[in-house]
């Protein structure tokens, strides 16, 4: 059985920094594009950072230079380093995993999921 366990959400003020680790069960982190999505509340799921097989790493533009995607193949883990936070980056972070390319708009491809985690930006 697969599973992606998100860990590492929490409250923030604005300017500081997280970092988010998605463990992978069942599965080999390494073989996939990993991909970390978030979600506000009212709005859509986005597409935030990713990693391929590669270890090629996409960014959205409005996280570029601030978050650093990043993997450990022992721990089977990526994570989702993210610093100089602002309030606008308040969403629920969610992992996931494809053993397609990545795809930032359309979710579909993603095979596996994981429940979220929150991340709060105080002002």
């Known amino acids: 059985q697969v599973q992606l366990v998100e860990s590492g959400g929490g409250l923030v003020q604005a300017g500081g920094s997280l970092r988010l680790s998605c463990k992978a069960s069942?599965?080999?982190?390494?073989?996939?594009?990993m991909v970390w999505f978030r979600q506000a509340p009212g709005k859509e799921r986005t597409f935030v950072a990713g990693?391929?097989?590669?270890?090629?790493?996409y960014y959205a533009d409005s996280v570029r230079g601030r978050f650093i995607i990043s993997r450990d193949i022992a721990e089977n883990t990526v994570y989702l380093q993210m610093n100089v936070l602002q309030p606008e980056d308040t969403a629920v972070y969610y992992c996931?995993?494809?053993?397609?390319?990545?795809?930032?708009?359309?979710?579909?491809?993603?095979?596996?999921w994981g429940q979220g985690t929150q991340v709060t930006v105080s002002s």
């Open positions: 996931a995993a494809t053993s397609g390319p990545i795809a930032t708009v359309y979710l579909g491809g993603y095979e596996y």
């Open positions: 069942g599965l080999t982190s390494s073989r996939y594009s």
């Open positions: 990693m391929n097989e590669f270890e090629d790493a």
